[in-house]
Each structure stands twice: as structure tokens, then as C-alpha cells.
């Protein structure tokens, strides 16, 4: 009896350590999950309510609004960025539960927004509890939960992941539509392209023709943003590299995953490195090949590091400002102002 | 699960009737084996001639096309000959030490343990991130595998098959739960990892053949040191112990020895499934149960069949993008095993 017993509450012993185990993982896995909660502050910006029904078109349908919304969740960075281009700030942000996944000027203009979790898995019971007047969702990501997310509030679908810039910058148009700030937002949108345009100038006639790349290097993969992406696009816009050097069928995934012979082989004269893991990403391995020094970026020193955040996850109108601020100051080291150009109308 | 037991006298004769095809079997699958070899020293966006290959093999200059050839191609079919032999042989272990024709190396949670620590090392345990991924990966592996040993010795009873691959399956499925609770919570970050999940040698260099290579050597010698064990264990274990062998030992041992193989063609490659478990099966159903010949056979015949899966893998998805050849022997891993169960040529 006291053997089994004791062997009854070593096994007790043992499922409760194990319990244990998988509670404070799963606990220490979402701790960060834990951001403020606090009320949201209306915005009170918004502009002259319109009494009028009007229908906007997105992505995956139209969206027919009552008035101006002034609760909105935002389940994209761009599009926080574009609302925060035209004085806005959403209650709600799909933040992936880190607050520093939003670049800094623009995180600065949101603060007290609340939380709605992953931008992959956005959580629908607290964008529910923020009784928002209206969900701007990604076209691609969350294609899936439209229904869902109609059940809660007018919700529209616009281009962010996986597009190139013409199309994040139609999805700024389109919001400008939906919050009832169309004259400010195609300002907004007039500068955005005459900042480009100032950024352009900088950039020597001769590097249109140099092949940039876009690489976003994990600890397990080498992926190649394509010229149907963001970045690359944007690069293109200011008169760097034919970015086309991959070409993916159109609406297949643009990102595309190369070993060293593949970037041997397309052999960029430019390189422009998200490193999310430095010292222990597979382009660190890449670089350490003697492969490495037969790549003209490498041989002619222009592989840059980039801020992931920024470079790869955040494509809003100030984003795609700062990125190709960036990039004529690596390539050149000169500093182009950013600050807003004066235009009357657009 | 003792089968062999009741079936020794029929066990005698195919040991001694199929270890005449053993010589056929080795130049057969070697020959097929070569030949992916070669054909994948082939493939690749560059066209490289012959003699580039040829070269690039054996005597590389600083060319970029016999580099490449050197430093791309030839570690990459290396890596995937390696992998397959290490997770076949791991396999053979597995099913010996088990007794259990569904036996293979992630029993022995080694694919969890490495999938939750890489998971963990690019999510919340972001201190870990230093490490590469073939530490992070082997030191998983080995962790689980621990925690499996631990785990199947409690209670009375020992050391028995039935308490380690349930313990194994037990572990598994829960290092694999906790994995996937982390990866939810962080499917930003950890949605990268999907190709690395999937088990493949696209990113092989010769950096991760030189650190693996001993570990590979000394536990495929080992493992052909337990062929004798492991031929008297299959008697069951009544009649080992009868006959004056360490039961429990021979477990520890080959447990060590499927941890030190399968955990460092994880820690290069990623959890690939389904090898260790069909290729003991191959071989078996070529030479009959004398580990002494499904051992070596095993790995030959695992390296050839990683090989081309890696080969198959160039050919799936867009041409100019890599996908996991970890893919490929999930795809034929699964009807070759229907195949094999279907001609019931199965046996431990």
C-alpha cells in the first residue's frame, strides 16, 4: 500500500512539475503581451461630421459609413501611419503586443491607444470592447476574419502586406475618404511625393540602372523582398536600382528565399540588410563564405544594415519617408529634410 | 511488440537467407545514391560545366563557379547524405532499442526539444538568440531526449519499451504543445521559423559539416557497436536478460546514441520527418533483421533518399526561390509507410 502509494505521488509529483512547467512558459511567452489597457481619448480632429451615408471602396468590398468615424482600429503600421498623416490616432492598434514594433515618430503621436493584440491573430473580442466605428483591415491578412470583423464594426480592407508603394499610397487616398479628410489626406499624399521626388534628386541618374535588393536575414532564412514589395518599389520610386531583379508571378508571394548560390547568381550591386538577429542570422554565415567577395555589393562595400522595423514591417506615408531618407544617406551620406513641402491644393 | 521473439526460428533463416543480398542491396542503393549526389552538384541557378564540377569537387580554384560548386553545392548534398544516414541509423536505434516498428528518433523528442528551443530563442528567451541554431536545436534535442529517459524510469516497472515510447510520445506532443502556445503568442517573430520547421539543407555550409561530423562518426560507431546488443534484445526481454544481458543498459545506450545522431542532424537541418522511421523499414525488408547488416544499409539507404528529397525539392515552387527538402520526405515519407504496411513486410 505505501509503495503504491508513494509511486501514486511521485506521479502526482511529476504531472503537477509539468503543469507547472508549461504554465510559467506559456506565462513568460505572453508577458509582453501585457500592455495599457487605458481608455482611448476621442481625437478631436476629425473634422466636420458629414450626416450623408457614403460608400467607400476597398480591396475586398465597399464600406458604407454613417457620418465620421472617430473610434477606429487600425490591424496595419501603415495605417496607423496614414491616419496619424492627417491628424488622426486610432483607439485601436494591432501592435503584434509590442508597442516598439511602431516606429518612434509615429508611436509618439498614438500613445494611450489600446492594444488589439497580433496583427496576424488580432483579438476580436477586445477591438469589440473598444466599440470602434470603424476596422481598417489588411486586404491579404485578414481577407478570412472580414466577416468577423463586419459583426463588430464597418470594417475595410485595404492594401498593406505584401504591396509595393503605389498601392500603400492608395490605401492613405482611400482613408482619407473614410475619415472624412479628403482634401487633407491628397495634401498629405501631394507632399509625400514631392518629398520622393526631393529624395530623387540626390540619387545620380546612372543608379537606376544598379541592381538594389531588399534582404530580410533570419537565424534560419535569407528572404529577398521582391520588386513586388514595398521597399524595393519605394527604392525604384527614387530612382535606386532596378529593383526588378527577382520577378515573381503576379499575386505570388513576393518575398523569395535564396541560398548564396541564388544571390550569387543575381549578384546585386546594392544591398540593403534587415538583420534581425546579428552574429547568428544565415547572412552571417553568407558573409563569412568566400562567396561573399564575388557579390558586387560585397566587393564594392555597399551592403548596408537597415532597422528591421522600419525597412520591412512599416510602409505608411512617413515610413516610406524615412526609408528613402535613409537609403540616399547610406548610399551617398547626404541628409535630405523630410519636413512637410508647402502646397496649397492637391 | 516482441514479435521477433515468436518468429525466431523464421528470423534465423532470414538473417542468414537475406544477408546474401546485402552486397546487391549496398551497390544498388549506392549506385542510386551517387547518382543524386552527382545530379545535385548539378542544379542551381548558375550553369557550371563539367569540368567546373568536376573540379569544384575535388580541387576548387578561386573561380566563382568551381567556388560555388565547393562551397554551395557539394556541402549541401554532403549535409543531406549525412542527415540521411544519421536520422536512419538514429531510426534503427530507435526501433531496436523499442522494440517498436513505429519507433523513429522524434519518439525520443528530439525534434520538439529542438523546434522549442530555436522557437524560444527568437521569442521570448531572446538571451539565447547568441547562440546559433545548430547548438540551440542539439541542446533541445538533447534536453527532450533527457526528459523522455527521465520521464519513462519513473514509477516501478523499469526501463520497459512500452514505458519509453509512451513516455517519448508523451513528451512530444507536449514540448511540441508549449511550442505552439509560444509560437501563437509570437507568430510575428516565430512565423519565420516555419521553413526551418519544416527540416531542410537548403543553407548547408561546410561550417556545420565540421561541427558535426565527430559527433556523426562517433555515434554511427557506436550504433554499429549495439548491432550485437540490439540483435539479442529483439528476442525480447525475458530472453536478453536470460541470455546475460544489461537490458536497461542497452536502452541507455542506444538512447544516447539516437540523441547524439538524430540531435545533430536536427541541430544542421531542422526537424525533417518521417526518415527514421520508414528507412529501418527499407532496409529491413532488403537484408532481413541482423542489425549488423540493417545498420550500414540503413544509412546508406538514408543518405540516398535525402539526397533526392533534396534534389525533389529544387523542383517544387518558384524556380528562383528555395523550398525546404524537408518537404519532400514528408511527401514520400508517408506512402512509401502505407506501401510498407500494405506488403507487411513491417517488423521490429
Request: net charge positive; aromatic share 6%; charged share 15%.
Amino acid at each position: 500500500m505505501r509503495k503504491e502509494y508513494l509511486a501514486m505521488s511521485r506521479w502526482r509529483a511529476v504531472v503537477a512539475v509539468a503543469a507547472a512547467i508549461s504554465l510559467v512558459t506559456l506565462l513568460a511567452a505572453g508577458a509582453d503581451a501585457s500592455v495599457s489597457r487605458s481608455a482611448a481619448t476621442f481625437d478631436p480632429t476629425c473634422g466636420k461630421a458629414r450626416a450623408a451615408d457614403r460608400t467607400v471602396d476597398g480591396t475586398l468590398g465597399s464600406v458604407t459609413l454613417h457620418g465620421t468615424p472617430k473610434r477606429i482600429v487600425a490591424l496595419e503600421f501603415s495605417f496607423v501611419d496614414d491616419l496619424v498623416a492627417v491628424g488622426l490616432k486610432p483607439v485601436g492598434i494591432a501592435d503584434d503586443n509590442n508597442p516598439n514594433s511602431i516606429i518612434p515618430p509615429i508611436r509618439a503621436k498614438v500613445a494611450g491607444y489600446t492594444s488589439v493584440g497580433l496583427r496576424a491573430t488580432p483579438n476580436l473580442e477586445t477591438i469589440a470592447s473598444l466599440h470602434p466605428d470603424l476596422i481598417i483591415a489588411d486586404a491579404t491578412r485578414d481577407a478570412k476574419i472580414m466577416n468577423k470583423l463586419n459583426a463588430i464594426a464597418p470594417t475595410i480592407a485595404l492594401d498593406s502586406l505584401q504591396q509595393a508603394y503605389l498601392p500603400n499610397l492608395h490605401s492613405a487616398i482611400v482613408i482619407g475618404q473614410l475619415v472624412n479628410k479628403c482634401g487633407a489626406m491628397r495634401v498629405r499624399v501631394q507632399q509625400d511625393k514631392l518629398i520622393m521626388a526631393r529624395i530623387a534628386k540626390v540619387v545620380p541618374k546612372s543608379y537606376a540602372s544598379k541592381r538594389a535588393m531588399f534582404v530580410v536575414s533570419d537565424k534560419t532564412v535569407f528572404n529577398v523582398h521582391s520588386s513586388l514589395a514595398y521597399t524595393p518599389s519605394l527604392l525604384k520610386a527614387i530612382g535606386i536600382g532596378e529593383a526588378n531583379i527577382v520577378k515573381p508571378a503576379k499575386g505570388a508571394n513576393p518575398y523569395i528565399v535564396m541560398s548564396l548560390e541564388d544571390l550569387v547568381s543575381n549578384n546585386p550591386d546594392i544591398m540593403f540588410v534587415a538583420d534581425y538577429f546579428p552574429g547568428t542570422a544565415v547572412i552571417d554565415g553568407y558573409q563569412k563564405s568566400p562567396l561573399w567577395g564575388t557579390v558586387t555589393a560585397a566587393k564594392n562595400k555597399q551592403v548596408y544594415n537597415v532597422n528591421p522595423a522600419l525597412w520591412s514591417k512599416a510602409r505608411g506615408l512617413l515610413a516610406g519617408e524615412l526609408i528613402a531618407q535613409q537609403a540616399v544617406h547610406l548610399l551617398f551620406h547626404k541628409f535630405v529634410s523630410i519636413a512637410l513641402p508647402k502646397v496649397t491644393s492637391a | 511488440m516482441t514479435s521477433m521473439a515468436a518468429e525466431s526460428p523464421s528470423t534465423r533463416h532470414r538473417v542468414l537467407g537475406r544477408g546474401r543480398t546485402f552486397p546487391v542491396a549496398v551497390a544498388v542503393i549506392g549506385a542510386i545514391g551517387l547518382a543524386g549526389f552527382v545530379w545535385s552538384l548539378s542544379i542551381g541557378p548558375e550553369h557550371i560545366s563539367l569540368a567546373d564540377r568536376i573540379h569544384g569537387t575535388f580541387a576548387p580554384d578561386q573561380s566563382a563557379p568551381q567556388l560555388i560548386v565547393h562551397l554551395v553545392r557539394l556541402p549541401r548534398a554532403l549535409e543531406a547524405a549525412l542527415v540521411g544516414a544519421a536520422l536512419a541509423v538514429a531510426g534503427t536505434v530507435m526501433q531496436g532499442i523499442t522494440l517498436n516498428p513505429l519507433g523513429a528518433p522524434e519518439i525520443m523528442g528530439v525534434n520538439a526539444g529542438a523546434a522549442l528551443l530555436v522557437t524560444l530563442s527568437v521569442t521570448v528567451a531572446t538571451s539565447m538568440s547568441g547562440e546559433s541554431v545548430l547548438v540551440l536545436a542539439y541542446a533541445g534535442a538533447a534536453m527532450a531526449a533527457v526528459f523522455v529517459f527521465g520521464f519513462a524510469r519513473l514509477g516501478r516497472g523499469g526501463l520497459s519499451p512500452m514505458r519509453l515510447a509512451l513516455a517519448g510520445v508523451t513528451v512530444t506532443a507536449f514540448l511540441f504543445a508549449l511550442m505552439q502556445g509560444i509560437f501563437i503568442l509570437h507568430v510575428e517573430t516565430a512565423s519565420t521559423l516555419m521553413f526551418w520547421l519544416v527540416g531542410g539543407v537548403n543553407f548547408a555550409d561546410w561550417h556545420n559539416i565540421h561541427m558535426i561530423w565527430p559527433w556523426l562518426l562517433g555515434g554511427s560507431l557506436a550504433a554499429m557497436l549495439l548491432a550485437a546488443p540490439l540483435n539479442v534484445l529483439a528476442l525480447g526481454d525475458d530472453m536478453a536478460q536470460g541470455l546475460g544481458q544489461n537490458v536497461a543498459r542497452t536502452r541507455v545506450i542506444g538512447g544516447a546514441v539516437v540523441v547524439v545522431l538524430a540531435g545533430a542532424a536536427v541541430g544542421i537541418a531542422g526537424p525533417v520527418a518521417f526518415l527514421g522511421l520508414i528507412v529501418p523499414h527499407i532496409a529491413r525488408s532488403l537484408v532481413g533483421v541482423n542489425h549488423f547488416l540493417v545498420m550500414p544499409l540503413s544509412a546508406l539507404t538514408g543518405a540516398s533518399l535525402f539526397v533526392w528529397a533534396d534534389v525533389g525539392s529544387r523542383y517544387i515552387g518558384a524556380a528562383d526561390s528555395q523550398t525546404p527538402s524537408g518537404l519532400v520526405t514528408a511527401l514520400i515519407g508517408a506512402p512509401i509507410f502505407i506501401y510498407l504496411a500494405r506488403q507487411q513486410r513491417m517488423s521490429s
